[in-house]
């Protein structure tokens, strides 16, 4: 069974917070993982590709991956209304064609 | 800029009948794909190309057709035999150059029923 698991949200927070994002996947075995954010009637835009366990950090965003509890995390430092979107939580699986793909978290930054 | 660009933004289809996406892309990628996306769910995988004149079949190509003459493009078409075609459809594409490279996205066509 292939799954990747979000909360749907919405998740509504004040601006300046961390947000923290999450997902649980199900498959052991793939262990590639992106997030993607997807405004409102537009494409996703990929932010984070992350491989295992462990931190990526790029700007105001971090990515985690636990592999213990099949757990992945994006935080946002600084949180801004801008990051107002719906974040995809995605695990590659045996080649680029396979992405298990999460049905995403709507998140509202209120100024 | 490069990027991959998706035509119309909204599409109407009548009943019986077939209407086509079309996605077109300047980043030289050689891979491309279709996705449905509907609420509540994540992206569905609908055909993939990964050279021109070749495709393959995703998780839900029933009701579906594509082609793949030029690398460019990659049209959609959406048949009669698709009874649940209302979805929002996304086109995206990425290098194939053996390594892992994510996959990038054109901003979509949501397709409604008349």
């Known amino acids: 069974q292939k799954e990747v698991e979000q909360d749907p949200g919405p998740l509504s927070v004040p601006e300046g917070a961390i947000v923290s994002l999450n997902c649980t996947y199900s498959n052991s075995a793939f262990q590639y993982f992106m997030w993607y954010r997807q405004y409102s009637r537009k494409g996703p835009e990929l932010l984070m590709y992350t491989y295992s366990s462990g931190n990526k950090e790029d700007g105001r965003f971090t990515a985690q991956v636990d592999k213990s509890s099949k757990y992945i995390s994006l935080f946002i430092r600084d949180s801004q209304p801008s990051d107002s979107a719906t974040y995809l939580c995605?695990?590659?699986?045996?080649?680029?064609?396979?992405?298990?793909w999460g049905a995403g978290t709507k998140l509202i930054i209120k100024p | 800029d490069g990027g991959i660009t998706q035509s119309p933004k909204y599409l109407f289809r009548k009943e019986g009948q077939n209407v086509t996406l079309s996605c077109e892309q300047n980043l030289n990628h050689d891979a491309m794909y279709w996705y449905r996306q509907d609420p509540g769910q994540g992206l569905r995988l609908i055909y993939y190309?990964?050279?021109?004149?070749?495709?393959q079949k995703g998780d839900i190509a029933e009701g579906y057709s594509v082609s793949r003459e030029k690398k460019e493009s990659f049209p959609l078409t959406v048949t009669s035999a698709q009874k649940n075609p209302t979805a929002f459809y996304l086109c995206a594409s990425r290098p194939d150059d053996g390594g892992r490279q994510p996959q990038h996205f054109g901003d979509g066509t949501r397709l409604s029923i008349l």
């Open positions: 995605v695990q590659e699986g045996d080649s680029n064609y396979q992405l298990i």
């Open positions: 190309s990964q050279i021109v004149n070749d495709f």
